[in-house]
């Protein structure tokens, strides 16, 4: 018993440690970007030794995938798709507020990564394999059992779940573009998610 509790308290105390460095490395990112920002300031903002960073993480770049990845496929996201009520036809509705939201309060990160996708192509690499590939997976999956069972459409579920992530980055990409004075400021998320919603599953052709 005692060997599994300090198990535990090791386990929490990283949890810890590593919401704490990458809380820190988001300031520091947000300040100087991702490349003039150093791992000497970030460990500086988290009171922690530089040397710490390395304990958790393999470097910068590992850092902001990590920073990053973390909102991408956060843990109301995966919540939502564990839900029952993921099999309800107003199910997409749902997931797309919290990704329009999630996106829009960390619109920053969208610039962010872009850029460092653009400048280093082994980031990309290295964000698609951790983290864009199992999102497009679990949308995928979503998307299949929606397909499955007669509330979508027959789609190419591989395209399908394409589609909805550029529609969501795209849509992000605008708020940021336009700021929080924009056009898209006049909406609730949840308007703006249904309507988003409602062009995926309905299309803008007009009814037959």
């Given at each position: 018993m005692p060997v599994q509790s300090n198990h535990k308290k090791k386990e929490a105390i990283t949890k810890r440690r590593k919401r704490q460095i990458i809380a820190a490395a988001r300031e520091v990112f947000s300040q100087k970007g991702f490349s003039e920002a150093t791992t000497a300031e970030i460990?500086?903002?988290?009171?922690?030794?530089?040397?710490?960073?390395?304990?958790?993480?393999?470097?910068?770049?590992?850092?902001?995938?990590?920073?990053?990845?973390?909102y991408a496929l956060d843990e109301s996201l995966l919540n939502l798709f564990k839900s029952p009520s993921i099999n309800n036809i107003e199910s997409l509705p749902a997931v797309l507020e919290d990704r329009i939201e999630i996106g829009f309060e960390n619109s920053d990160l969208l610039t962010l990564l872009l850029a460092e996708i653009q400048r280093t192509p082994e980031f990309g690499e290295q964000y698609a394999r951790q983290v864009l590939v199992p999102g497009l997976a679990l949308l995928k999956a979503y998307l299949d059992m929606r397909v499955g069972n007669g509330t979508l459409r027959p789609v190419d579920t591989e395209v399908g779940s394409r589609i909805i992530v550029g529609m969501v980055v795209g849509l992000i990409a605008v708020h940021q573009i336009e700021g929080d004075g924009g056009f898209l400021s006049k909406y609730s998320i949840k308007d703006l998610a249904e309507e988003v919603a409602n062009i995926l599953t309905v299309g803008l052709g007009t009814k037959k």
């Open positions: 460990a500086q903002q988290a009171g922690v030794s530089e040397g710490t960073i390395y304990n958790y993480f393999e470097s910068k770049r590992d850092l902001l995938v990590s920073l990053i990845g973390g």
